[in-house]
Structures are given as structure tokens and as C-alpha cells.
């Protein structure tokens, strides 16, 4: 549905994007992630035709954005960073003024009942959108990219400003939206994107450094492994014990256990596997086991690597 390849844009001298290339299937969620000024906008802006690339080329549904931009807005629903919006206008006003700038014609009053349920407008429909909310100026113009049943959503940062309620409607409204469009959304919200998305494109400083579902991140920047585990009993058994499991390469002792309990993180490296030879350990010993889990890299720690480790220069939002 979607396809970039090796596109570069530049504000002046200043590079924004810098030869990046990825495709979306149909049905996808895929979720952009970067930090301010990395680029994340400057590609949704590229993909939904509102500015050009500086070379490389971007094809939405077999459309080319620089030779066929009217056939590819058709096509996209698309909810800006920036609210685009006209306060004066009543909220009604504004679905309707949409709904005919996308020729909606005979189909409008389908789409407007639809959109004003998905996006919980009934409350506010004759009140000037000047006076909204930020939640509810937000939910306002995700209804307007919606309104004509687009095959493809452009959402960049759609649950800006609302509160946790509201971010649970709208995260379970993009879930059942995936069934039959394709969506791409930016967010600074990490585990927002690790709770939609089926992909995750890593962006920083104008480039893109890690393309995956958020397992496959995890492992991208993940070296070793580790997991946690406490039992009855003495630290120079504990210790003992553990080094005699080949593969094992630090014990990271908890200092906070109860008295007569000893624990600790024990690392390896990512392509081995302990887990046998720690079970075998455990029967042998005949420990008591007070906590086992294993562990893995939060988000947050996977997106500080991964925007640490790219090493490039330059970018703009």
C-alpha cells in the first residue's frame, strides 16, 4: 500500500530525511517512534502528499505522491500533529463542510452517525470548536480523517491531549480500523505503540535505524539475556552453584532479599539458553524458590539504544 524508497528531503541545507526506505502491507499498524526532530512528520507529510521529497520516491495504493497527489489524498485519512481546524465553525458544521469537500453526496449521513460514534462527539456537535477541549479538538479532526472511509490513516500523535480513557477508546477504534486499512502513526507514547502496533519504524536524526515488530527490536539491541531468581539459602551455595552452569557469565547479586534468601539477576548471552541447566541446578540443590521470571529490555530502554547507537547527524522534525 504504501512504499518509500531511498527518500531524502531537505529544509535548505538541513537534512530532514536521509535515504529511507520501508513499504506497509495492507492491514498493517505500524507505528513510527523517534524523538523531536527526528523526522517522523516530515515522512507523513511526504507520504500524504503536503510536501515533496527532495529526491526518492513515495508510492501510496500504486500511486506515485509527486505525479498523482489527488489520487493518493483520496485515499488517505489523515490527522495532522497540528489540529486543522475552523473554531468558528460548530462542530457539526465542520463533518459537514467535510463531509461535501469529499463528495460524500449520498453516503454522508452514514459516515457522519458512524464517525460522530467512533470519535464520542454526540456531547459537542452545536458547540463552536474554538471552545472545545484539547481532547475534544483532537477527537474532532481524527473524525474529519475518518469521515470518508479512507483506505489508509496517516495519524500523527492521535491521542494527544486526551485523557486515559479516551486513549483506550481511540487505541481499540485504530485496532478495528486494521481490519480493512492500513494505518501508520507516530507517538512519544511507547507503550502506546508497543500495545497497537504489529511494526515498529525506529526513526533518528533523519534516518531509519530499526524496522520491527517490538520483539525483534528487542533483540536488535539486546546482547545478553538475564534472569531473576531468589531461593532459601546461603550466597556462597547460591554462587557456587551458578558458575557451574556453562553459559552463565555474571550473577548481579539482590541486596534486598529477606534474611535466609538469596537472589539475583544472572546474565547471558542472547543466543544461549541456561533455562535447562538452571532447572537442572534448582532439583539438585533442592532449592526452595521464593521468585524466577525471566527478563528483557523495556521499550523505553530499547528506544534510548537504538536513538543512541544510530550516531547520525543532523535532522529536523
Known amino acids: 500500500m504504501i512504499e518509500l524508497k531511498n527518500v531524502c528531503k531537505n529544509y535548505g541545507l538541513t537534512p530532514a530525511l536521509t535515504d529511507v526506505s520501508f513499504s506497509v502491507e495492507k492491514g498493517q499498524i505500524v507505528g513510527f517512534v523517534g524523538p523531536n ?31 498523482d497527489p489527488l489520487s493518493v489524498r483520496r485515499m488517505i485519512g489523515y490527522l495532522p500533529e497540528t489540529v486543522p481546524l475552523y473554531y468558528d465553525m460548530l462542530v457539526h458544521e465542520y ?3 467535510i463531509g461535501q469537500a469529499r463528495h460524500l453526496n449520498g453516503k454522508f449521513k452514514q459516515r457522519y452517525d458512524w464517525v460522530v460514534e467512533a470519535a464520542g462527539l454526540a456531547p459537542v456537535l452545536n ?4 471552545v472545545l477541549s484539547k481532547g475534544y479538538k483532537q477527537r474532532t479532526c481524527l473524525a474529519q480523517a475518518l469521515i470518508h472511509d479512507p483506505e489508509i490513516l496517516i495519524l500523527d500523535e492521535p491521542t ?10 481511540i487505541r481499540n477504534l485504530i485496532r478495528n480500523l486494521s481490519r480493512d486499512k492500513t494505518i501508520i502513526l507516530s507517538t512519544h507514547i511507547l507503550t502506546e505503540v508497543s500495545t497497537v502496533s504489529d511494526r ?8 531509519l535505524v530499526a524496522d520491527g515488530s517490538f520483539d525483534d527490536l528487542i533483540q536488535q539491541v539486546t546482547k545478553r539475556n538475564s534472569v531473576y531468581i531468589s531461593v532459601k539459602g546461603t550466597k556462597k551455595d547460591f554462587q557456587s552453584a551458578i558458575n557451574k552452569i556453562k553459559g552463565a557469565e555474571e550473577i548481579e547479586f539482590d541486596e534486598n532479599t529477606p534474611r535466609g534468601v538469596v537472589g539475583g539477576h544472572i546474565y547471558f548471552p542472547s543466543k544461549t539458553d541456561i533455562l535447562p541447566d538452571l532447572n537442572h541446578v534448582i532439583r539438585e540443590n533442592k532449592w ?10 523495556s521499550l523505553e530502554e530499547s528506544f534510548i539504544r537504538l536513538t543512541r547507537s544510530s550516531g547520525q547527524e543532523g535532522g529536523t522534525a
Request: hydrophobic share 40%; glycine share 14%; proline share 3%.
Open 37 to 67: 526532530g527526528a523526522g517522523k512528520s516530515t515522512a507523513m507529510k511526504i507520504i500524504t502528499t503536503y510536501t515533496a521529497p527532495t529526491s526518492g520516491t513515495c508510492m501510496v495504493g500504486g500511486y506515485d505522491v509527486m505525479k
Open 95 to 97: 463533518l459537514e463542510f
Open 127 to 130: 458547540r463552536k470548536i474554538g
Open 160 to 169: 494527544s491531549g486526551l485523557d486515559p480513557l479516551q486513549i483506550i477508546g
Open 200 to 207: 515498529i519504524l525506529v526513526v533518528n536524526e533523519g534516518r
Open 288 to 297: 526452595d524458590i521464593v521468585e524466577f521470571s525471566r527478563e528483557r529490555l
